[in-house]
């Protein structure tokens, strides 16, 4: 009998320990990347975070009389990015390019906030 309430209390022990070790959520922020580029004047514009590619523009975000920015949490496949990262500071490059050749090129420094969502829109004098 003693075994048996020994072994209850030693599962009723472990069962009820709290984990001190939790995992917690990562913190992390936004950033939407798109263009105002004219469409006829790049084919795509690659972009990376810390030399490795994050996604592809393949036409600009058109602003209307309701929206001139993305808004937050939005991503339209090859027209605004939306990227999540850890809190920190990356780099960001970015190429345009036009049948196969460079035609203009961006790099920035991007920093990620707890709960914000900032946007960066690539501009060019093309």
């Keep these: 009998m003693k075994k048996l309430v020994l072994a209850l209390v030693t599962v009723l022990a472990v069962v009820s320990c709290k984990d ?4 917690k959520p990562e ?10 580029l004219t469409a006829s004047k790049f084919d795509k514009i690659e972009v990376k975070l810390d030399g490795k590619t994050v996604g592809l523009l393949a036409k600009p975000f058109v602003p ?3 929206i001139s920015v993305p808004p937050c949490g939005s991503e339209t ?9 850890p ?5 960001l490059d ?3 390019t036009l049948n196969g050749k460079q035609v203009t090129k961006w790099s920035s420094s991007l920093r990620f906030e707890t709960g914000s969502c900032k946007r ?6 093309l």
């Design 20 to 23: 001190n070790n939790e995992v």
């Design 27 to 36: 913190e992390l922020g936004n950033y939407l990347i798109y263009t105002s």
């Design 64 to 66: 209307s009389t309701i």
């Design 77 to 85: 496949e090859g027209i605004v990015l939306n990227i999540s990262r």
């Design 87 to 91: 809190i920190g500071s990356y780099s």
């Design 94 to 96: 970015a190429v345009a």
């Design 120 to 125: 960066t829109r690539l501009t060019s004098d």
